[in-house]
């Protein structure tokens, strides 16, 4: 008697995993931004780079010194932690805090320029614009990100992009960095493989 | 996270870490134009006070506007408490007015243990009487690790009236668990029995103020409770002062590093001569400005997350 065989559980396949960005590319990307904020921005001055945590931080700290290595200029570096203002602050266990550091010159009447490293629903920009009004009064802000991927959910846009990536909702986009990763990288996750 | 802060036992280092970190953020908050951060908008925090207090109200108040939260106050003075309404159903008209957190001083020890089986919101005890005040001890130890670097392996010597002593209490246990050793001193009459080991194994007892002074890091002066004094715990006021008052010449014998700290408030001539109180050591005014800090960062954790 020959019974049906049940059927063998099919193995889960991994995700794909696609590199957007190598190291190399990376590097050429953080260059092409720092000269478009020196273009834009008539040579920088009255800037202030503001990275968001935690990889738009060490991202300003990569644009403030390929800027200062083109032009020999020194632009005021801060972090903007936006924990607090977040939209979604209920619907997680509590954050943790991390550090804000705003440059002594301050933001009032500067140039401030937002720095992150993926753009998606825009929600993150906009806790820090609201965080960034509580330190101050800027004359213009900016945003510059690494990677754009679309599908925003807000009426934001940035100044600067990096590399506009097309992506599915399901995927995501995964940004290391040497300070925060131990190497740079972006990668696809997930959709189709 | 904790639901409540009840006492200073209800804090691992891991958590008590977290909240000395998220309080030196909040302490920036301090220093910038617009003093306040929206974390807890929308949220009602009550400040239910049975006894009298000026800093420890005023304080939390503070925290919780600086965070958005709603604030109302609540003292047992000219409420229906003086018409004989019980803590029970003061704790469950103000569950129907929909409190987030209750914030409650009381002169019975274990009062904010009950009220937090009655309420669905958070309870923070802000002094029980003579059992604990978590929230002192917490920001006595942001002020000891902002002043000195480090609280695990300091040594701090917690003197006066540790019988009546919430503060002292709540100390021993939280830096216990963060690693500073203890040692309680005063008279005999005002240091319970046993009280180093029933409360954190590893506390010390002495009775003896000056030869404690040359190997502290840290000394804590206790408030004398003036109300106390005709229970014959000394002999008298001046006695007391002699022995465990700390004044300039006893200073002199501190380490050069060390600090001297009062939770406030403070008998000037009694405990802590004037001398003391405003040497360069002095952190009384260190430790009032940190309590908001701290008191932020304890209702933000608490409340800040999902119900």
């Keep these: ?60 700290r990569r644009l403030a010194a390929r800027i200062n290595a083109f032009e020999g ?26 550090p804000t550091q705003v440059p002594p010159e301050g933001v009032d009447g500067k140039r401030v320029i937002l720095v992150d490293d993926v753009l998606f629903s825009g929600r993150t920009v906009r806790a820090a614009l609201d965080a960034l009004s509580d330190l101050g009064r800027p004359s213009s802000v900016q ?33 290391t960095l040497a300070e925060t990763d131990g190497a740079d990288e972006v990668r696809l996750i997930g959709g189709a493989a | 996270m904790l639901k409540h802060l009840l006492s200073g036992a209800d804090l691992d280092a891991d958590t008590a870490t977290l909240i000395l970190d998220t309080a030196a953020e909040m302490a920036t908050v301090a220093g910038r134009e617009v003093k306040k951060l929206p974390a807890l908008r929308g949220r009602t925090v009550v400040n239910l006070f049975y006894e009298d207090s000026t800093r ?29 309404e019980s803590l029970k159903d003061t704790a469950l008209t103000l569950q129907a007015m929909g409190a987030d957190a209750v914030v409650v001083r009381h002169p019975a020890s274990g009062a904010p243990h009950r009220l937090a089986n009655w309420v669905e919101g958070s309870v923070l005890n802000a002094g029980d009487g003579t059992h604990e005040h978590p929230t002192q001890a917490l920001l006595d130890a942001y002020t000891m690790r902002a002043r000195l670097g480090r609280i695990a392996g300091l040594s701090v010597a917690v ?38 080991t029933a409360l ?42 002699r022995r465990y008052g700390l004044d300039g010449p006893r200073m002199a014998r501190l380490p050069d590093h060390a600090i001297v700290m009062h939770p406030g408030p403070m008998n000037r001539g009694m405990e802590i001569a004037p001398e003391v109180a405003d040497s360069s050591r002095s952190t009384i005014v260190e430790q009032v400005a940190n309590g908001v800090s701290v008191r932020m960062a304890v209702l933000y954790l608490l409340l800040g997350g999902m119900k």
């Excluded at chain 1, 990677?147 to 940004?175: F, M, Q, W």
């Design chain 1, 1 to 60: 008697m020959a019974y049906p065989q049940a059927a063998q559980p099919q193995p889960v396949s991994p995700p794909s995993v696609k590199v957007i960005l190598t190291s190399a590319e990376l590097a050429r990307v953080v260059d092409r931004i720092a000269h478009q904020i020196l273009e834009k921005t008539q040579g920088a001055a009255g800037t202030v780079l503001l990275g968001i945590p935690t990889r738009g931080a060490p991202l300003a």
């Design chain 1, 73 to 98: 200029i020194d632009i005021p570096v801060g972090v903007l932690d936006i924990t607090l203002y977040r939209d979604d602050l209920r619907r997680h266990a509590v954050r943790a805090i991390g």
């Design chain 1, 143 to 175: 945003l510059a990100v690494l990677v754009d991927r679309g599908h925003r959910e807000l009426p934001i846009r940035a100044d600067y992009v990096g590399k506009n990536i097309p992506t599915a909702l399901a995927e995501s986009v995964r940004v």
């Design chain 2, 56 to 84: 420890t109200r005023i304080s939390f108040e503070a925290a919780a506007k600086r965070l958005s939260a709603d604030v109302i106050n609540f003292s047992a003075k000219g409420s229906s408490v003086s018409k004989g």
């Design chain 2, 159 to 196: 003197v006066g009236d540790v019988l009546h002593s919430r503060v002292a209490r709540s100390n021993v246990l939280l830096l216990a668990t963060l690693g500073a050793k203890v040692t309680l001193v005063g008279p005999p009459t005002l240091i319970p029995v046993d009280i180093g």
């Design chain 2, 200 to 241: 954190a194994p590893g506390t010390e007892v002495s009775y003896d103020l000056d030869a404690v002074l040359p190997t502290s890091d840290v000394v804590m002066m206790l408030r004398v409770q003036r109300e106390r004094m005709a229970d014959s715990y000394f002999p008298s006021a001046r006695e007391y002062a």
